[in-house]
């Protein structure tokens, strides 16, 4: 039996489409299913999908228009999927070659509900990636999902079918920070989640995408609150501040004006400066280059700059 599915939502991703799929092509573990679903393109995306597909038999095609990315993930995953063990991946997103390889060996320890790797940030050249994420030592819990997002992005986690049907799948009422609420049903309903301490996905950040918008993230993160409560977990002031420090590294990232990563910055220190220190290094370079943005050129802080 194929051992993964990979859900691929697509909308107008023509430019970074082909490489995301070649990353997949290219994995060590052949044995997987891609399931694109198409929210209705409207540049080349679909025939890029249909040529994809009449070469390689594992790529599979789907349209569901209209609907946005939570849709088409609960629609690959719930309706189309066959697999035991179904992973994400977006359509700017690239994968590193092992990674479903490692995925298989960590999936074979029964107790493993879902799993998820370290991730590199670029923006156009994926070898040209300085800086990784982390990932704790401890399975995932929802304090830490309320701080920092140790998962990130979608591309980066897989999960076994029975822990994914018992979340109900993807709040399709939400457009940011869906995966955040997901993740925190997906750990409250039981599932062990565990770090792999392996870089898996390559991050292509945009200044345009969805969680380019800060405030909005901001916003989306309320509801995922809300869900922690029904969970018996409530934000402190010390992941608040862990929270809108990552808001202010991302804004330095981005780009995103000269005043908003030091508002975030702020935020985070009067929330609690314990919190936004927690991880020293990070907190003196985030303060310091939120005051230095006004100064420093745009393309400089991006760089020096992650999450």
Same mark, same amino acid.
């Given at each position: 039996m194929t051992d993964f599915s990979i859900i691929i939502p697509c909308y107008n991703a023509a430019r970074t489409l082909q490489a995301t799929l070649k990353s997949i092509q290219a994995q060590t573990c052949g044995d997987w299913e891609v399931i694109c679903v198409d929210d209705g393109s409207t540049d080349a995306t679909l025939e890029m999908l249909h040529a994809a597909s009449a070469e390689d038999p594992r790529i599979q095609v789907h349209r569901n228009i209209g609907?946005?990315?939570s849709s088409a993930r609960n629609c690959g995953a719930l309706v189309f999927s066959s697999c035991d063990v +179904? !992973?994400? @991946?977006d359509a700017d997103d690239i994968w590193g070659p092992e990674k479903l390889s490692q995925l298989k060996d960590c999936f074979a320890n029964p107790d493993v509900d879902a799993a998820f790797g370290k991730i590199a940030f670029f923006q156009d050249d994926p070898a040209m990636a300085k800086t990784f994420s982390t990932?704790?030592? !401890?399975?995932?819990s929802i304090p830490m999902?309320?701080?920092?997002?140790?998962? @990130?992005?979608?591309?980066? +986690?897989a999960v076994r079918r029975t822990a994914f049907m018992r979340t109900g799948g993807f709040d399709e009422t939400l457009v940011h920070n869906e995966d955040l609420e997901w993740l925190i049903r997906l750990v409250g309903t039981g599932a062990h989640v565990i770090g792999i301490d392996k870089c898996q996905t390559w991050y292509r950040t945009s200044h345009y995408g969805l969680s380019a918008d800060l405030r !909005?993230?901001?916003k989306g993160r309320a509801c995922a609150v809300r869900t922690a409560a029904l969970y018996g977990h409530a934000p402190?002031?010390?992941?608040d501040a862990i929270f809108l420090r990552y808001l202010s590294r991302r804004a330095l990232r981005l780009g995103h004006g000269r005043g908003l990563p030091l508002i975030f910055a702020l935020q985070g220190l009067l929330r609690s400066p314990a919190g936004f220190f927690n991880a020293p290094r990070r907190g003196l370079a985030t303060l310091a280059g939120a005051l230095l943005a006004p100064v420093l050129p745009a393309r400089l802080s991006q760089h020096l700059f992650s999450r």
């Open positions: 609907k946005g990315p +179904i !992973a994400f @991946c990932v704790p030592g !401890a399975p995932l999902l309320l701080g920092e997002n140790p998962v @990130c992005t979608m591309s980066n +986690i !909005a993230m901001q402190t002031s010390h992941s």
